[in-house]
């Protein structure tokens, strides 16, 4: 299973943006890029895939490299809410259900 | 619009005892999963169930069982817990093969029980 890289921890001050970085340099033609973000004490939540081209949607923009080898999650205006574990994950097309979670990173926003 | 339900929220075991984490979710979604989070880490598939009535083992899957009931329920269990197994356990749930192509790539998740083994 393709594995990804991310820094273990960030900070933003509020209202600024933010670009989360993940590399995925063994990534295969087939594979989603996913990310998921976990706020204290919950469950992790759904925020973002895209494939090939960049995303975008009321949570945040997605882009993603020429090479694919890595993308970066944008948080446009960053809220203390968005404080939370930002998880970047592949997941191939078809043929597994499984996700393989790194450790994320921490994303702290300042007041 | 309850999503993924998991129960209980917080459980304390002893050494060797067992017992069962329910998961439920109304989504009518084919595919449900445990997950394991251990402290600073991500999470950690235990189990997955494809389908109602197929189950799988993930990374981590010593020491625990599932029963996928029926389309709805999937439970965990631990027969004989141990220390090690203390830790945060996530059920989540999607429909990877059906609607469009960003509800398959949804997994929603439960809040969580989380389980002491002294």
């Known amino acids: 299973d393709a594995k990804t890289t991310q820094p273990n921890s960030m900070e933003s001050n509020e209202e600024e943006p933010v670009h989360l970085p993940c590399n995925h340099s063994?990534?295969?033609?087939?594979?989603?890029i996913h990310w998921y973000r976990q706020l204290p004490s919950q469950g992790p939540e759904y925020v973002i895939h895209?494939?090939?081209s960049n995303v975008n949607n009321r949570m945040a923009s997605l882009a993603i490299a020429e090479d694919r080898k890595s993308s970066t999650l944008i948080l446009h205006r960053a809220t203390l809410r968005d404080a939370a574990v930002y998880y970047c994950?592949?997941?191939?097309?078809?043929?597994?259900?499984?996700?393989?979670f790194g450790t994320g990173t921490r994303l702290k926003v300042l007041a | 619009n309850a999503g993924v339900t998991q129960t209980p929220k917080f459980q304390v075991l002893k050494t060797g005892q067992s017992m069962t984490l329910q998961c439920a979710q109304d989504?009518?979604?084919?595919?449900m999963y445990w997950y394991r989070q251990d402290p600073g880490m991500g999470l950690r598939l235990i189990y997955y169930s494809a389908s109602e009535g197929t189950t799988d083992k993930g990374e981590v899957p010593n020491g625990y069982n599932v029963s996928r009931l029926n389309k709805r329920e999937f439970s965990l269990r631990l027969e004989s817990a141990a220390p090690s197994q203390t830790s945060v356990y996530f059920c989540?749930?999607?429909?990877?093969?059906?609607?469009?192509?960003?509800?398959?790539?949804?997994?929603?998740f439960g809040a969580g029980t989380r389980l002491s083994v002294l």
């Open positions: 989504m009518n979604h084919n595919s």
């Open positions: 895209g494939l090939t």
């Open positions: 063994t990534i295969s033609g087939t594979d989603y």
């Open positions: 989540a749930s999607s429909d990877p093969t059906s609607g469009g192509a960003r509800a398959k790539n949804i997994q929603y």
């Open positions: 994950i592949l997941r191939p097309t078809s043929g597994t259900y499984k996700y393989i």
